[in-house]
């Protein structure tokens, strides 16, 4: 993990919303806290919240961060009384008048201002110097989607959250190279009570849709991954991409479109200057062309933009393509996403399928993600009920240094997800890392399991040894990946007929497997300590339909074979020609091969 056991966290507005999401959940990664806000009693309530999740007490502190020497005397005290800071997450806020310019008062637009933008201010001059007492130290300022864009009835609030990043922007220039990672998150969305209390509630229940500890959860893994901004919260990527994408006047009018059912109209003057005719009946005619000339430049200008874009963001646009092209498949084969709180951790997964039939659950591999299913499942959501998680250490799941990722754990929370989901028995089908997974599930939870399919597993030693297992003896883990080159070596070993990906996309894949390296050794170590199942398969009281690809350079398929003779209700499957993944490489296929067997049980 990023952040070590006892590390100091200073967190502003700490005493409801957002605030209370980050302290709960630097608790829960046993940091030390500082918490300040002006409301007492919700800072009494978040640091009992907190005391849930960690023995340390937390350091709270009724501060006015628009005031400086109240900003330095708390500074002063976490450093007496805990030491030097290590995060400080700049979170205070408050909105502003929601009505028109004119209408708001001068002194509304300088409280705004003292406490959104020169509290952040504070925040960070009377925090850095013990920032900069560390190797590497993280200061992450919050600003907002309106501070990507503006809107009707918010200059205040959006003049202050533009300030915040155009500071953050400056600041971070600054401190490049200092070891000290300035982050500027933008959330949206986000449903907090003083949201609620700016908005009407149509607004409200159309746009407030992601919870404060989904954002953070964001925030955290992006602080993880070493991230420069961070846009959070529901939708707001769209805005994001509006705002880079489109002219400013396009942008303005979009916005007063999408927000005109939510404003009083009576505020605003009537517009003026309307079309006039010419009196030789050319009016039209020419404003016509004026109009078409303003289509050509406008369409010339988003290809300009968006080649601009594509260039500056590369690959951030390679995920971007990825994550809606995921999103798209998920929600035209019926899948939904969703989230389940279990205990130390919240997973996601893909909900589908038939309610009424048997639940299958399927698992994905080692720095895989919940993805690689959709197309195998498709085929199969007819007569079954289909649940695909994002197991821990992977995918929106997110990775925690202290959680345990050996296959008996993983295996504990698959049913921890049944049990929350009220399921009695599941089928286990499961790929790689989640083929071992199912094993171990069929073995510790025999009456919870109807039947095991493992996809070129993991978990037995096989015959002779993979590709990767020679790479592996020598020294290298192929899924540890430093650059490009190293990826493209390692994403043909997954597959011998991978679908095909757009180039941004696989450059946008090798920089996460880059920067995701770290937390993918630490769970390579727990597989590792994972015991195998060789001498337990034979306990096995379910049936199996065992599935290889006989190009797997990951694991060699004559390990299929020895799967097959050590469960004693097996069946075997090997498919020439094909690799690693045969629900990606053929999806149809090998779901017809499964449904073939699931059928021979029912």
């Not at 007492?133 to 200061?139: E, G, H, S």
């Not at 007819?382 to 925690?400: C, K, N, R, V, W």
Request: aromatic share 8%; charged share 20%.
């Amino acid at each position: 993990m990023f952040l070590n056991p006892q590390d100091i966290v200073v967190i502003t507005g700490a005493a409801s919303g957002m605030g209370r999401a980050y302290a709960i959940a630097f608790a829960r990664l046993n940091c030390r806290l500082a918490l300040c806000d002006i409301d007492e009693n919700g800072l009494d309530e978040t640091c009992n919240q907190v005391a849930a999740f960690s023995k340390e007490a937390c350091l709270r502190a009724v501060v006015n961060i628009a005031e400086v020497d109240s900003v330095n005397a708390f500074a002063q005290r976490v450093n007496r009384e805990l030491g030097p800071a290590r995060v400080v997450i700049n979170n205070a806020g408050i909105e502003g008048s929601a009505q028109p310019s004119w209408q708001t008062p001068l002194a509304m637009y300088e409280k705004v201002m003292a406490v959104n933008y020169f509290g952040v201010v504070h925040g960070c001059r009377s925090f850095l110097p013990q920032l900069l007492t560390y190797q590497r130290a993280w200061l992450v300022n919050i600003s907002s989607v309106f501070g990507l864009i503006g809107t009707p009835n918010h200059t205040d609030y959006c003049g202050s959250k533009f300030a915040v990043r155009g500071y953050t922007e400056a600041l971070r220039a600054e401190l490049n190279g200092s070891g000290v990672h300035v982050m500027l998150v933008h959330p949206g969305g986000v449903n907090t009570r003083i949201a609620r209390q700016d908005i009407s509630r149509p607004f409200a229940e159309q746009f407030l849709k992601s919870t404060p500890e989904q954002v953070v959860k964001q925030v955290l893994r992006a602080m993880a991954n070493g991230r420069a901004r961070v846009v959070c919260g529901h939708n707001s990527w769209k805005t994001a991409l509006a705002a880079r994408l489109l002219p400013l006047g396009l942008l303005s009018r979009l916005i007063w479109r999408e927000l005109s059912g939510f404003i009083d109209s009576k505020n605003y003057p009537p517009p003026t200057g309307a079309l006039q005719r010419d009196s030789s009946g050319d009016g039209p005619k020419i404003e016509q062309e004026k109009t078409m000339k303003k289509m050509l430049i406008l369409l010339g200008g988003l290809i300009i933009a968006a080649v601009i874009w594509s260039i500056a963001s590369y690959p951030r646009i390679g995920s971007l393509v990825y994550e809606v092209g995921v999103a798209t498949e998920a929600a035209v084969y019926g899948f939904e996403k969703k989230q389940q709180p279990l205990g130390e951790l919240d997973m996601v997964y893909y909900a589908g399928g038939n309610t009424d039939g048997p639940t299958i659950v399927m698992l994905h591999g080692y720095s895989a993600d919940k993805m690689v299913w959709l197309r195998f499942a498709r085929h199969l959501t007819d007569s079954y009920h289909i649940l695909i998680p994002d197991l821990a250490g992977h995918g929106e799941t997110g990775f925690q240094a202290d959680w345990d990722y050996t296959m008996a754990a993983q295996a504990e929370r698959v049913v921890a997800l049944l049990d929350a989901l009220n399921i009695e028995q599941a089928h286990i089908i499961g790929n790689s890392m989640g083929g071992f997974i199912s094993g171990q599930f069929a073995l510790d939870y025999p009456q919870r399991t109807l039947s095991i399919a493992p996809v070129d597993p993991a978990g037995v030693t096989t015959p002779e040894p993979s590709d990767m297992e020679k790479m592996l003896a020598e020294g290298r883990n192929p899924f540890l990946i430093e650059n490009g080159e190293q990826f493209a070596e390692f994403y043909q070993m997954t597959m011998a007929k991978p679908p095909w990906l757009p180039g941004m996309v696989l450059d946008a894949m090798a920089e996460d497997y880059r920067v995701l390296a770290p937390q993918l050794e630490a769970i390579f170590e727990d597989i590792q300590r994972s015991p195998l199942l060789a001498d337990r398969l034979g306990e096995l009281q379910v049936p199996a339909l065992i599935l290889w690809g006989d190009q797997d350079a990951l694991i060699h398929v004559s390990g299929a074979e020895r799967w097959h003779a050590l469960i004693p209700d097996s069946q075997l499957t090997v498919w020439e020609g094909i690799g690693h993944m045969p629900m990606l490489e053929i999806p149809e296929a090998s779901a017809q091969r499964y449904r073939a067997f699931l059928a021979r049980g029912e």
